[in-house]
């Protein structure tokens, strides 16, 4: 049995997203933290548009660097984020999103978290 998750909008103040900080290509890093278990899923990167989104969908979205285009978490791979709250860094530089996962997990490759690889695992 599957847990069915509901996207539920956050409400941020103009002067808390004016203290966001973006890079020079407008964008921030935001860090994909699950709720349950506490478990880093990924990192991805917002631009202004893409954090506004996450924060009146209550879904994930990203802006793809290669793609050079948005994307909403699971669109196509059906392994939704729901976000359960949001903050930001000291410095402004950095997102933290803590999610409900939906599906298999965060990462393309097909494990749950993007943080699957060791530098002191042997087999790599």
């Known amino acids: 049995m599957s847990t ?55 879904r994930t979205w990203f802006w793809s660097r290669s793609r050079q285009e948005y994307w909403c978490k699971g669109e196509t791979s059906g392994d939704r984020q729901y976000v359960r709250a949001a903050y930001y860094d000291c410095d402004g530089d950095t997102l933290l999103f803590v999610v409900d996962q939906e599906g298999k997990g965060a990462c393309h490759t097909g494990e749950r978290t993007c943080f699957f690889r060791s530098f002191t695992d042997p087999t790599g």
């Open 4 to 58: 069915a998750y509901t996207a539920t909008p956050i409400t941020a103040s103009p002067e808390h997203l004016a203290r966001v900080q973006y890079d020079t290509n407008g964008l921030v890093p935001a860090i994909i933290q699950e709720a349950g278990t506490g478990a880093v899923l990924m990192l991805a990167y917002m631009n202004d548009e893409a954090l506004k989104q996450t924060l009146e969908t209550g």
